[in-house]
């Protein structure tokens, strides 16, 4: 059963008819409704209609309290370059099949996950599943710590991947077959990680921005801004961030920044990229964060300085491989509580959605979120 993305008709005739009758009590509504519903298809000549049976409304008025015991799935269409819509019959099928109780929503454009999680959970539904890719986990989960009724912990999130990058399931090793993915959901093994709180600038003004996974600066920014651009003019394929990595490679120019770490400065110099994680992987598989863990309460930073181009192609493999922290033009750090400022400002990137520029301050919120995971 799909919930509307707004109040339905339903809703709205219920009020009016509350107003507008003033004493009317439900016993008089419904008895008036089931008589609308016997005389309007001769008033308009016999006409075939599909008008809700009074059942349906009470079940309707009833799906609400139901909450604290079904799932909400929040399906973006557009993951995976549209596998969202593409699969999800075959995964509507599967979760009925595994007995799930659900109800379903789906996004309609950019931010929406944001606005669909944070009304459903004040609505009551505390255990959700994602139907997407890391950017709609991450505004999930957004939608998540900006309602006002529930602390974000009693949220409950798992996840059905049908995302490009996918890495935040990467660690917490969720299957990308649906079947498998579903099994996982159904054993419901939870974990408490931490989340991230990013305070940047835009347009001017001091926005924030949660963050589940890791946030980029410098290169890594630039690259996640040009393909969330190119996804926007309709452009799709799993190699697009890394064809964005050599092309972006040819103009990109170092920055200069200053790093505080815990009210303590760190760092002050010139910088290729830059990621400051809460999980390991970024980017479809790289390991720009190899030694984070979850749920330690910290942030790991990892500073790639500058260095001549042909040594950062050849140092690719290096973000793969996990042995990035070896490099002799990378510096590691840990912290809670992370200030960066630069001159030029530059623009930074959170579980690959694009956001402002620096100055910028990340802060932790350990053991902040519930999640479902696999087998690690």
Sequence with gaps: ??????MGGQSYYFTYMLNFQGKLNCKHFFSFYKQIINIIPYILGCLPMVIPDIQDMKRNIMSANDSDTSWLVLVNPNAGSGRG????????NLLKTGGFRYQTVFTEKK???IDLAARNIERGYKKIIVVGGDGTLNEVMNGAF???KFSPKEVLIGMIPVGTGNDWERMYNI??????AINVLKRQRTFTQDAGIIHYHESGSRKIRYFINIAGMGFDARVVQKTNRQKDEGKKGALLY???IFTSLINYKCTHISIEIDGEHVYDGTVFSLSLGIGKFCGGGMRQTPEAIPDDGL????????????????SLKRLFDGSILHHPRVAGFTGKRIRIDSEPPIY???DGESLGQSPVEFEIIPGSLDVIIGDI
Aim: hydrophobic content about 45%; overall charge positive.
């Design 85 to 92: 819509k593409r699969d999800w019959k075959l995964i509507d």
């Design 348 to 350: 930074i990137e959170a």
């Design 299 to 314: 942030f790991d930073l990892t500073i790639i300085k500058e260095m001549p181009k042909v040594q950062i192609i050849m």
């Design 242 to 244: 890394f064809l964005n």
């Design 111 to 113: 931010y929406h996950a």
């Design 1 to 6: 059963m799909q919930i509307p993305t707004a």
């Design 146 to 148: 900006l309602q006002k």
């Design 175 to 180: 299957p990308s077959d649906y079947s498998k």
